[in-house]
T-cell receptor
Framework: QQQVKQSPQSLIVQKGGIPIINCAYE??????FPWYQQFPGKGPALLIA?????SEKKEGRFTISFNKSAKQFSLHIMDSQPGDSATYFC?????????FGTGTSLTVIP | NAGVTQTPKFQVLKTGQSMTLQCAQD?????MSWYRQDPGMGLRLIHY???????DQGEVPNGYNVSRSTTEDFPLRLLSAAPSQTSVYFC????????????FGPGTRLTVT
């Protein structure tokens, strides 16, 4: 049973577009929601994270929107660049265990 | 400062063989964990440790053993490899406290034939 549901599975946008990746969860014990970026052959790297007492967080071109009542959160990438082409994972943490979404493969076309 | 290192990078095993995947960190983090990554499945937690001498099971622990005798090392043992254990394995660490940022190693690609 997938604790964190992620969509879409893949996404293709033009350079400058704003890809949006969505995640949903059920467990209200989750208290930390990170997004990871992974390039082929590499380990995931933390991109941005949010806690449930905040509805939005921005770091550079990356924004997390968090809707606690709907148990959903999403990643927006502003002014996307070809270098953003990677796989993105959302995750949720109870304090000891992280649960990851199934990943979204993003391609940004020049 | 190497961060999180994993060895080997690649490994091919025959069904029934055993092996140990090594993970070491030099960041003095208390929390260490092992994940497996399979296509379409994301990363799934196998085992984790909150400090030396303390380990616990994650989502998919069957067929794997761990131990944590030092802060730096957290080896993952496959007792009798099966084709279903073909995967990419990642070790991760994070400091305890509010941060929770996990640092991942480069991964080990394991094939069981």
């Amino acid at each position: 049973q997938q604790q964190v549901k992620q969509s879409p599975q893949s996404l293709i946008v033009q350079k400058g577009g704003i890809p949006i990746i969505n995640c949903a969860y059920e467990n209200t014990a989750f208290d930390y929601f990170p997004w990871y970026q992974q390039f082929p052959g590499k380990g995931p790297a933390l991109l941005i994270a949010i806690r449930p007492d905040v509805s939005e967080k921005k770091e550079g071109r990356f924004t997390i929107s968090f809707n606690k009542s709907a148990k959903q959160f999403s990643l927006h990438i502003m002014d996307s660049q070809p270098g953003d082409s990677a796989t993105y994972f959302c995750a949720a943490d109870t304090g000891n265990q992280f649960y990851f979404g199934t990943g979204t493969s993003l391609t940004v076309i020049p | 400062n190497a961060g999180v290192t994993q060895t080997p990078k690649f490994q091919v095993l025959k069904t029934g063989q055993s092996m140990t995947l090594q993970c070491a960190q030099d960041m003095n983090h208390e929390y260490m964990s092992w994940y497996r990554q399979d296509p379409g499945m994301g990363l799934r937690l196998i085992h984790y440790s909150v400090g030396a001498g303390i380990t616990d099971q994650g989502e998919v622990p069957n067929g794997y053993n761990v131990s944590r005798s030092t802060t730096e090392d957290f080896p993952l043992r496959l007792l009798s490899a099966a084709p279903s254990q073909t995967s990419v394995y990642f070790c991760a660490t994070h400091p305890t406290g509010q941060s929770y940022e996990q640092y991942f190693g480069p991964g080990t690609r394991l094939t069981v034939t």
